[in-house]
């Protein structure tokens, strides 16, 4: 599975982002997807998943309310939309693939390239 990340920019507290992520490669509706991010001199954390549904959705507690995961099958995308924005989710965001379920502790197969996000106050 190969992956491509978007959508990371400059925004301002309080606004919104939504990444996608367009994924290539026979086994992409099989796969769970999901998001990390990393910041400098920080180990990536994971963010969110979603299993080859999208019937099941997974958030670290520091982005539930605030992120929404889902995909689209049909167009190999998965999106993170990402509302109320504070400057502590400043990082580089990376869309990320695995056959097993994507969670805290797992490292997942595959991994894009990576979209900055960066959120001013």
């Known amino acids: 599975v190969q992956l491509q990340a978007s959508g990371g920019g400059l925004v301002q507290a309080g606004g919104s982002l939504k990444l996608p992520c367009a994924a290539s490669g026979r086994t992409f509706s099989s796969a769970y997807m999901g998001w990390f991010r990393q910041t400098p001199g920080k180990e990536r954390e994971f963010v969110s998943s979603i299993n080859w549904s999208g019937q099941y959705t997974y958030y670290a507690d520091s982005v539930k309310g605030r992120f929404t995961i889902s995909r689209d099958n049909a167009k190999n995308t998965v999106y993170l939309q990402m509302n109320s924005l504070k400057p502590e989710v400043t990082a580089i965001y990376y869309c990320?693939?695995?056959?097993?379920?994507?969670?805290?502790?797992?490292?997942?197969?595959?991994w894009g390239q990576g979209t900055q996000v960066t959120v001013s106050s």
């Open positions: 990320v693939a695995d056959s097993r379920v994507i969670w805290i502790g797992v490292d997942p197969a595959y």
